[in-house]
Each structure stands twice: as C-alpha cells, then as structure tokens.
C-alpha cells in the first residue's frame, strides 16, 4: 500500500502563490507517475499537472501552462505542485495521485488512471 499526505493549501489573494507538497510512504518503489488534479465545487475532478518519477518528464493542463510547475525529489519521495499568478477559478480542492505501473499515450490526465490518491488540500484564491 501507498499513503499520500498533501500540505500546503490556503487562503491567497489573486496573483498570489503557494507551494503544495504531497509526501508518498510505503510501497513507493515501484511509483511510475504522480499527478496533480483539482475539483472545484460542483464540478468533477480535473487534471493539473503530472510528472514521470525517473525521467522527470513533466505534462501541464492548458489552463495552468506557464504558471503552475509540478517537481519532484527523488530521496525525499514527494511531489510539489509550485503555484504562481493564482487566480479566483484556481480554487479547488487539490489531490496527489500515484501510479504504479507503466503506460504509454495520456493516461497521466485520467484520474482512472491512478492507484493511490491523497486526503485533498483546500486552495482558496479571493479576487
């Protein structure tokens, strides 16, 4: 089994940021990609950004390109989502996720995709 904890959510102006960090215990060896998603009220849960644990190879969605960066350190097994320019349609509950297993194609932007998830860490962006 895999365990996720999420930290670093919060209130934040708009144009503001924040770090979040998402720390993986247990069965991590054979971690493959994590992701970030996101799930605004009433709205179903959307991806943000994903990183590929070896090569570090690293996908964005659209909507945070060039404003969001997701990193990753290897010795401390934990994923970082930097978030900067936030804006009021950024607040969201946010969730790690965790696969195991390799995949080809862009299984990395389908929650169905992953195995393991977080508890969620709430980002509130005030206009």
């Known amino acids: 089994q895999v365990q996720l904890v999420e930290s670093g959510g919060g209130l934040v102006q708009a144009g503001g940021s924040l770090r979040l960090s998402c720390a993986a215990s247990?069965?991590?060896?054979?971690?493959?990609?994590m992701g970030w998603f996101r799930q605004a009220a009433g709205k179903e849960r959307e991806f943000v950004a994903a990183?590929?644990?070896?090569?570090?190879?690293?996908y964005n969605a659209n909507s945070v390109k060039g404003r969001f960066t997701i990193s990753r350190d290897n010795v401390k097994k934990t994923v970082y989502l930097q978030m900067n320019s936030l804006k009021p349609e950024d607040t969201a509950v946010y969730y790690c996720?965790?696969?195991?297993?390799?995949?080809?194609?862009?299984?990395?932007?389908?929650?169905?995709?992953?195995?393991?998830w977080g508890q969620g860490t709430q980002v509130t962006v005030s206009s």
């Open positions: 247990g069965r991590t060896f054979s971690t493959y990609t």
């Open positions: 996720a965790l696969r195991s297993s390799a995949a080809s194609g862009t299984f990395y932007a389908l929650p169905q995709s992953y195995d393991y």
């Open positions: 990183i590929r644990w070896f090569s570090g190879n690293t």
